[in-house]
């Protein structure tokens, strides 16, 4: 295939995962992934290389493209069988997170494979919206290995019946599960038709050349970063159980067109929650790296061809059963961004910005509202200070590299749950101070109309998000439990009990500065 | 005499309906610095001849959008509930591209510095739990008056349960002096972010729009209407006051344009396609003009009724370049106006536009009527550096441009079908003018749309529907947690203001009113808009399962917004038919030129305007007029209908 005609089937592929992320946004049952968008379609090869995906979330893109080639080979779906699964320890991120994958076949050969993967809300476990404060997987909610959800184009209604019995909510998990699988027949019948319009020879020249194409692009951006070794360092504040603080440390090797991180000297793996499952942490490295290529870049497999991972097993980027891994997939990625990002700042000093917020926020609220006579669960996250830019300053409150999800006005809230919102503003001089400012975190206050349990598994309470070339750092993070007209400053990882009237004060991280 | 104007970014266009029937057409270059003169001067070219008087004028404005694009609005203040201060700027909280570090800075349209806190505070079930004060009413307007704002947007919590706090400071404002749009009066509707910016993009083009519809009227007589972003027409009057509904009512004009001819030539079920130099409109009809409450300008989100239009980032004058990896890509950069195409004489880079001259797809002789020359040379030259660096021949390298460009606008039709829950393939491909005539064949194609539409004189489609569009007032309210004899209170409420509204403009009779409601499942956040009518739950679990593939009649849903459209029909539009004629086309040609298709073809050039109805012009075809081309492949052909329309079956 020639130069013309890749953009050509680039199209096409995309086309595949953007009528399936259609389909599953239109048939789903949560606002979560209807509203929020917490969801990603792909498309890969008969070997299971990733050819096109459409991710909303950056932790989806690259574990995603990590995750498929090893569950294929292992479990060898045919036609009509639809695998399920969100173990973390096998190809899945953080159990909310649930895949399925199905194979696609012309005239009795293997043309490839689609999966999607969504965010729902409630798969179990021991806290509301499954985000508890854990020590141990099983806490977390229910776990799925990839299992068949159909086979031979039969649902497997015993393991739908054994979900449905694992968590709060069935019927959304019932619906949302069959828009998934509603969702790759979507893309099954595109992809079908792709290959009867043009071929199958075709297409799979055409997926073999994307791949291509997209390691040269790759190897071009790589390319243009100085070679060297470049070391960077930075810490998590806490793990919820133990006092931190745990550091996550990555050489970065460039070597030409490739580049390797290595994780030595990392942490090993806590009693807590912020364990970071191996893909997770591929796509902490991959979002970075992606970071560096043209904004309209072709992605798949071939784009991280020239990028090696290195992690000791049982480190905290590279977690073993049974460790928690709740506050992974939301913390732990968000700081080893950070990580590669100062180590690859030394390499290309005008490019990388400062520390952003480096978490998510994560606070979920639940308990029983007498007002409304029903229980209720909450979950939100909260944007705060993007790093200062060599060359501009930093925005301020938005989401920041791994995630990048809507709040929920407070006129939705009030008028759905027993809370007011007291302020909800920019957090002034929160952005660390330079040559260029680093953006500003939020302030969200919400009283508590009821009483109820609320988990909050944030960052940077601790230690700051840092500044570059003599930037000063963004401010800390702080969590304050008000009562009374009395402030309670509260840790990192909490559970705490609210009384009606009590308030929560959630101040977050501003971005670091650049240039002194 | 009813005249329709269109103002477009290169040309006014005007329709003149007479007494009799009979239509006039004329067109002057634009003035974007002041729309208005070339508007005037187009009148002066026709008005002497014409002989008639002026009994409605209507006319599309982009007056309020130039305004919000330029950041040439007025200084603006926003006065917003104690807490909430920066909640405008904050907005949903999400970065706008996911992975580019050198994201530019949002230029907001109000300075933090000129925001207002009021104390002040209303919960969902309406009641004060912090009143609003006369000395915080004064407090507030000092502040302003002393920022030195003109114009203010006053959005206070839950002010669409009951705006009264919102009301009281506004009333103060005005007797300042100052212009205000409060946030229910320009969207009654929760969700605070989205209601906010609607307000301030509203205050912050208010005294702009103001100011030139008063210069226009000063020298107009009769009835005179400006175009909304509904697709309906508004007074002046409430175009002053709701400014905001006309910011995206450029497109909107084409495509109630559209929806006349469709109908008229018994396809009422199409995609419209409008390609630009630099972007591309499509829009899905499926016998009525889709319209959606979500959408934005430059980021802000705006929630009044537009006419639904996706926007492509790729025209005429797209860029071809081959990037890192070797692909050849097109756009998303564009050649713009200056210094445009390589073929036009400035510009030395290949464009979309010069691919198409290359494989002798637009006639020199006929472009812009012949008005402006093409330099074919330059052209060539162009693509041919793309194809030496390629090792490709010249014409596989602009046949490549061409497919590389359709294949992202087929990419971008299919999504918006299928969000729609519709398949392309029962659709028409309907091309407005300008380049889109040269890509919709080989677009259709490609999507098995089974035929192309192109309408007679489609450069004043627009003119057309703009003139053709009906007086409509649509209202809303949130209902979150009503009862439905409440909601029906609402419905009457807003029925009353609606006519109320157009009484005021001098709308009385032949008012037809139609009462929707947003229904969702109890829980979700996506709503459905249905009639308000008996079964209408029904009517909701019907549409849920087309539109999302499955329903549950079982299950309890709530009512979020009270809609009601009021219309007021405006006289129709006679479409005149065109001189009949035999199958033979032949009289058409008005020479030939070399043209590619998979190998060069001698291919006759027809004039537009010499076809007849009932001609039969076969493939490989150029057909050409003042504005536009359109191609017709070998193989296939395009027949003329009664009203000049050529409608093309498309082969695969």
Sequence with gaps: ?516 | MRIGVDVGGTFTDFVFVLADGALRYHKVPSTPSDPSSAILRGLGDMLPSLCEDVEALVHGSTVATNAVLERKGARTGLAVTRGFGDAFFIGRQIRPSLYDLDVPLPVPLVAPADVVEVQERRTPAGAGTDALTDAEIARVVGVLRERGVDSVAVSLLFSYVDPIHEERLAGALREAGFSVSTSAEVVREYREYERTSTAVVNAYVAPVMDAYLRRLQESLTGDFRIMQSNGGSMAPGEARRLPVHTILSGPAGGVAGASKIGHLAGHPRFITFDMGGTSCDVALHDHRVSVTSESSVEGLPLRVPVVDIHTVGAGGGSLARLDAGGALVVGPQSAGADPGPACYGRGELPTVTDANVVLGRLSEKHFLGGRMQLHADRARRAVGTLADAMGASLEDVAAGIVRVVNSGMERAIRVISVERGHDVRDFSLLCFGGAGGLHAVDLAAGLEMPRVFVPGSPGTLSALGVLGADVIKDLSRTVLGLSLDAIEEVLAALEREGRQVLAREGFSRDVRVERMVDLRYAGQSYEITVYYSSGFENQFHDSHQRVFGHCNREAPTEMVNARVRLVVPTPSVEIPEIAPGGEDAAGAIAGTQACWFAGWHDTPIYERDLLRAGNVVQGPAIVAEFTSTTLIAPGMSGRVDGHGNILVEVKR
Excluded at chain 1, 200 to 219: G, H, K, N, P
Excluded at chain 1, 294 to 308: D, L, M, Q, R
Excluded at chain 1, 476 to 500: D, T
């Design chain 1, 1 to 516: 295939m020639n130069a013309l005609e890749l953009e050509i089937f680039n199209n096409l592929f995309a086309s595949i995962c953007e009528e399936m992320g259609v389909a599953l946004c239109r048939s789903s049952f949560s606002p979560n992934i209807k509203e929020r968008k917490d969801f990603s379609c792909a498309l890969f090869d008969p070997a299971g290389r990733l050819i096109a995906q459409a991710a909303h979330i950056p932790v989806h893109l690259g574990s995603m493209a990590y995750a498929a080639a090893g569950v294929v080979e292992k479990f060898h779906p045919g036609e009509g069988d639809v695998l399920i699964f969100n173990d973390p320890y096998e190809g899945g991120t953080h159990l909310p997170d649930i895949t399925v994958l199905c194979a696609v076949e012309h005239g009795g050969r293997r043309v490839g494979y689609l999966a999607n993967r969504a965010h729902h809300s409630d798969i179990g476990g021991i806290a509301a919206a499954s985000m508890p404060i854990s020590k141990h997987i099983d806490e977390e909610g229910l776990r799925l290995a990839p299992t068949s959800l159909m086979e031979g184009g039969r649902w497997n209604e015993s393991l739908l019946e054994w979900i449905r019995g694992q968590v709060r909510t069935p019927e959304e998990r019932d619906g949302d599960l069959r828009a998934q699988v509603a969702a790759l027949h979507t893309g099954r019948q595109r992809l079908l038709e792709i290959v009867g319009r043009y071929g199958e020879a075709r297409v799979q020249v055409a997926m073999e050349d994307l791949i291509a194409y997209a390691e040269r692009t790759s190897r071009a951006a790589i390319g243009a970063v100085p070679d060297g070794t470049y070391v960077f360092e930075d810490v998590l504040d806490d793990d919820g159980i133990d006092p931190g603080p745990f550091a996550i440390k990555a050489a970065v090797h460039v070597n030409g067109d490739a580049l390797k991180v290595d994780f030595a000297g990392t942490a090993p793996g806590v009693r807590g929650n912020v364990n970071c499952p191996m893909p997770v942490t591929v796509s902490s490295v991959y979002y970075a790296i992606r970071c560096l290529f043209e904004k309209s870049a072709i992605v798949n497999h071939g784009s991280f061809a020239p990028v090696e991972i290195d992690a000791v097993e049982g480190s905290l980027v590279r977690a073993v059963y049974p460790s928690a891994v709740a506050g992974g997939n939301v913390e732990t990625s968000q700081r080893i961004v950070d990580v590669v990002f100062g180590a690859l700042h030394q390499a290309l000093p005008t490019r990388i910005p400062a520390a952003s917020q480096g978490t998510m926020n994560n606070v979920a609220i639940g308990g029983f509202d007498f007002l409304r006579g029903r229980n209720f669960a909450y979950y939100e996250t909260i944007g705060g200070g993007m790093g200062a830019r060599p060359h501009a300053d930093g925005l301020s409150a938005v989401h920041t590299h791994m995630t990048n999800t809507m709040n929920t006005p407070a006129e939705a809230l009030e008028q759905h749950y027993p809370f007011r919102v007291v302020q909800y503003s920019i957090r002034r001089g929160s952005g660390g101070t330079g040559r260029h400012r680093g953006g500003d975190g939020i302030v969200r206050e919400m009283e508590v109309l009821v009483g109820c349990e609320c988990t909050l598994i944030t960052e940077r309470r601790l230690y700051a998000p840092y500044g570059l070339n003599g930037g000063r750092p963004g401010k800390r993070g702080r969590n304050l439990h008000i009562r009374k007209g009395r402030s309670e400053e509260l840790g990192p990882k909490v559970h705490v009990l609210l009384e009606p009237g009590d308030r929560l004060r959630i101040m977050t991280p501003g971005g670091g500065g650049f240039g002194g």
